[in-house]
């Protein structure tokens, strides 16, 4: 049973378009994550957060943003979406650093 | 810059064979590597190693650490259809995981 979930599953939208990716957890970690993955690549970090009202940049660079308004709640936003930002994000999350990341499903984005 | 590198990236077995997955990490402030099985889904949890030398079993699936070489490998014993997959190598600092690319298994009947 997941305790973390993400939605949607797939998504294809057009370039230009403004998308959220929602991510919720119900464990009450504090920190949570997202990675972005490609066929063949490493996991990239995009964003991660300790906190309520705690978020930082990654160490991939991306046009994306996430806000985290409450401790269950992990949203990321793309402004406005580019083929280039076709990918798998996944989103998780973990008690503290002594401890493994909990993932969601993920959501694989196309955009056309 | 911390890089974590899994080999092979791939590899094609029959069920029953033993395989042997490879992860080198250089990770700053390391503390722990974590393996991971991912299907068709999210990545699910297999390992956690912080001490070197100590094995971790799991029915089929064991693994070690070896944090003077700086390697762990993951092992698969009496491999089956079901453990086709990608496996996941993760270093673990300060905030978050370094991964690496990933071997993906074929067992074939």
């Known amino acids: 049973e997941a305790d973390i979930y993400q939605t949607p599953r797939y998504l294809v939208i057009g370039t230009g378009k403004k998308i959220t990716l929602e991510c919720s957890q119900t464990?009450?970690?504090?920190?949570m994550y997202w990675y972005q993955q490609d066929p063949g690549m490493e996991l990239h970090l995009i964003h991660y957060?300790?906190?309520?009202?705690?978020?930082e940049k990654g160490d991939l660079s991306s046009e994306s943003t996430v806000s985290r308004i409450r401790t269950e709640h992990f949203p990321l936003t793309l402004e406005s979406a580019r083929p280039s930002h076709t990918s798998q994000y996944l989103c998780?999350?973990?008690?503290?650093?002594?401890?493994?990341?909990?993932f969601g499903s993920g959501t694989r984005l196309t955009v056309v | 810059e911390d890089k974590v590198v899994q080999s092979p990236l791939s590899l094609v077995v029959h069920e029953g064979d033993t395989v042997t997955l490879n992860c080198s990490y250089e990770?700053?402030?390391?503390?722990?590597l974590l393996w991971y099985k991912q299907e068709k889904k999210a990545p699910t949890f297999l390992f956690m190693l912080?001490?070197?030398?100590i094995e971790k079993k799991s029915g089929r699936l064991s693994s070690i650490l070896d944090k003077k070489e700086l390697f762990s490998i993951l092992n698969i014993t009496a491999t089956q259809t079901g453990d086709s997959a990608i496996y996941l190598c993760a270093g673990g600092a300060g905030y978050a995981l370094n991964f690496g690319k990933g071997t993906s298994l074929l067992v074939t009947p």
């Open positions: 912080t001490s070197s030398g």
């Open positions: 998780a999350s973990r008690e503290d650093e002594r401890t493994g990341y909990t």
């Open positions: 957060s300790y906190g309520v009202n705690s978020t």
């Open positions: 990770v700053t402030n390391f503390r722990s």
């Open positions: 464990m009450g970690h504090d920190k």
